[in-house]
């Protein structure tokens, strides 16, 4: 038995990574993990080997994060990846990503693609706003080549997942960031090719710097995992200065009176637009909670 990385499934196979050789992997018949929890992409796993390259997953072991979209085990950070404009930048989409890394206490990294659409702007106003609340931030261009080296060296010896909405460049930026990554991913994607695409296909590409990478499908909408109500305005970091100014312990920030959160919104110390998103994340989660 041996200790390897899954890094692709489909098909019902596990391919697992040891070394420079892919296994070719089966899932133990009466293997579970947790709650019948399948093995993800970016699990460590144990391996019994049946033959030349061919196994058998007999063990996952513990993981030390999850995301379930996409899914997938032992993520490092985030890489969370919109475009200037081509698509035009999504962000109550980017705020729930933020929210879900902040919950699966994965360090989000924000890339905004496309800079040669900036036309002359060095910057973009969303994305100053978020370098302010503190998340690390890259500008890339792959047309003109900016930001890949920075983007390269923020993911060596790290386990990132590219997420975005489809159209914001990330299967190009992965090709920029290390050329031919972008030609394993679109055979993969030929070979499982069946009417709407590889909506599901997650694959975990090593890089040779140092590291993995994700590449996920794009998506549009973003379910908010479960938590208590409490707990959301601790994924905002710039509540965290004026929640305990609140009036009341487990304040909402929403209807209650004397809530610092709302006075430094009216003070424009917290910006409307992200307040707004987190009244919305609030409502939906006071529906998780009427459902359950």
């Known amino acids: 038995m041996f200790e390897g990385v899954l890094i692709r499934a489909y098909g019902g196979f596990y391919y697992v990574k040891k070394g420079d050789e892919v296994w070719e992997c089966s899932l133990r018949g009466k293997f579970r993990l947790g709650k019948d929890s399948p093995a993800l992409v970016g699990d460590r796993v144990m391996v019994t080997p049946i033959k030349q390259n061919v196994g058998r997953i007999d063990e996952v072991l513990p993981r030390k994060t999850e995301l379930f979209r ?18 035009e930048p999504n962000l109550t989409l980017l705020d729930r990503f933020l929210v879900l890394a ?53 993911l060596i010896g790290k386990t990132s997942v590219l997420a975005g909405p489809s159209g914001v460049g990330k299967s190009s930026l992965l090709n920029a960031v290390q ?70 312990n487990g304040c909402l920030h929403y209807h209650e009176p004397q809530c610092a959160i709302k006075g430094a919104v009216e003070k424009g110390l917290i910006q409307k637009e992200r307040y707004q998103n987190y009244l919305t994340f609030l409502q939906e989660i006071l529906q998780q909670e009427r459902r359950y």
């Open 179 to 248: 050329p031919g990554l972008e030609l394993k991913t679109g055979d993969i994607s030929h070979k499982l090719k069946r009417g709407k695409h590889t909506t599901r296909h997650v694959e975990l590409l090593p890089l040779k710097s140092g590291g993995y990478v994700v590449d996920s499908p794009g998506f549009s909408s973003l379910d908010l995992p479960h938590m208590n109500k409490e707990d959301l305005g601790y994924f905002f970091p710039e509540f965290e200065t004026f929640i305990v100014e609140c009036r009341f």
């Open 102 to 154: 902040e919950t699966s206490e994965i360090a989000p990294l924000v890339c905004l693609n496309k800079g040669d659409l900036l036309t002359g702007r060095r910057d973009h106003e969303w994305l100053r706003l978020y370098r302010k609340i503190g998340y690390p931030t890259v500008i890339t261009s792959t047309k003109k080549g900016e930001g890949i080296d920075e983007l390269r060296q923020l």
């Open 70 to 87: 996409p899914a997938v085990a032992n993520i490092d950070q985030a890489v969370i990846v919109f475009a200037v404009q081509n698509p």
